[in-house]
């Protein structure tokens, strides 16, 4: 992959988070749907992402579940956790290289 294709696939996991937050911020409204057979393509994207985090190393899966589980910002993270701003920014940086990692692996970008 080279450096064109790398920075469009990580916009593309930022986006894809972006839509996994909004999920968890609403997931009423989707399983209302759901429950009405009514599905969202978001929510074969929630348990992607899922499955993937599962086996991230523990910093990163807490992260992931504070930040789009949670709808938790990265500044509270990092002061609950008594870390920098910036020591969160570069966690978050990983855990959407660890992202790209796992879907280049499954085909999944």
């Known amino acids: 992959m080279?450096?064109?294709q790398n920075a469009a696939a990580?916009?593309?996991i930022?986006?894809?988070l972006k839509e996994i937050r909004y999920y968890y911020t609403h997931k009423e409204t989707f399983n209302l749907a759901a429950q009405n057979g009514v599905n969202s393509s978001v929510t074969m994207k929630v348990r992607q992402y899922n499955r993937i985090v599962e086996s991230a190393p523990p910093m990163l899966f807490d992260l992931y579940v504070s930040l789009y589980m949670g709808d938790q910002l990265q500044q509270a993270f990092a002061d609950e956790r008594g870390l920098t701003p910036n020591y969160v920014k570069d966690l978050h940086n990983e855990l959407c290289l660890f992202f790209q990692q796992a879907l280049n692996k499954t085909g999944g970008i």
Request: hydrophobic letters at 10%; aromatic letters at 0%.
């Open 2 to 4: 080279n450096c064109g």
């Open 14 to 16: 930022r986006k894809d």
């Open 10 to 12: 990580l916009d593309r």
